[in-house]
């Protein structure tokens, strides 16, 4: 796998990922399993509420933004997993046939204090619909391998 | 629905979940599908990694934090959407067979300034394993609708 390292890596850097499109189908079955809330998954109850329709979990957007995310990412396979996130809004219902792509932008970047074969990066996620409008973002921090640390294991 | 309105709620109040057991089966397939990183997916390589063996994506434990509140929480029929969620931290791997609870507590509340017919509800979610070790803690924002307010729509 093509892959970039931490040392690689640049502040403002940015990656646009592919576009997906959600389906009632795909909404219904996420929300039905892991958000059961009617506005998510009940298409009668949810014509009634105050968003008129159908909308995804919150959590699949996240989840499909991860995903898409993960496909394209430079550095896939010096990924060491992901301490935490911080500042997300969801912003716009995402409705069905919605198609959204992910914008990730480095915000900034430092070696790890403690292990010296990772590094700590700060990326920003902007998830956009079909008409450009941002409809969730989110801080997220990455653990990525170093180039002169020991190769990942995996 | 038995269901609790925002003027129900009192800063302070905490509910805690059912549990429910996270398999192999599930955590490679929420991974294959939204976060196919090797650590959620590849036993093998999971092995040979830093992990030791497969554990959960970290949003696979978010999603089954959010069935287990939404299964239990009083407020269900009366929750009207989330705009955000803060400050989320994954403090410990969630592995094949772990049994994760939740307990939730509520931070702070506030009636909408604009909407006269909902609450805004800050909460603090805390997810255990089976040693009541926290795994994961994130804050979450709630609208839940008023008593006083309209009768939400759903």
């Not at 850097?13 to 009940?42: K, N, W, Y």
């Not at 997993?81 to 219902?93: F, H, I, S, T």
Request: hydrophobic residues 40%; proline residues 6%.
């Amino acid at each position: 796998m093509m892959s970039l390292w931490f040392d690689d890596l640049r502040a403002g850097d940015s990656f646009t990922s592919r576009g997906t499109t959600l389906t009632e189908g795909q909404i219904v079955q996420f929300a039905f399993q892991f958000d059961p809330q009617p506005f998510h998954m009940d298409a009668h109850a949810a014509a009634r509420s105050q968003y008129g329709g159908i909308i995804a979990s919150g959590l699949h957007t996240l989840s499909v933004a991860c995903r898409l995310v993960q496909q394209d990412k430079p550095w896939g396979a010096t990924a060491m997993g992901a301490p935490g996130m911080d500042d997300l809004r969801w912003l716009k219902p995402v409705r069905p046939g919605d198609t959204l792509h992910v914008v990730t932008q480095i915000k900034s970047l430092r070696p790890s204090a403690s292990k010296p074969d990772r590094g700590i990066v700060q990326l920003y996620h902007a998830v956009y619909n079909q008409h450009d409008e941002l409809v969730m973002d989110y801080a997220i921090t990455e653990l990525v391998a170093r180039r002169d640390g020991d190769t990942p294991k995996q």
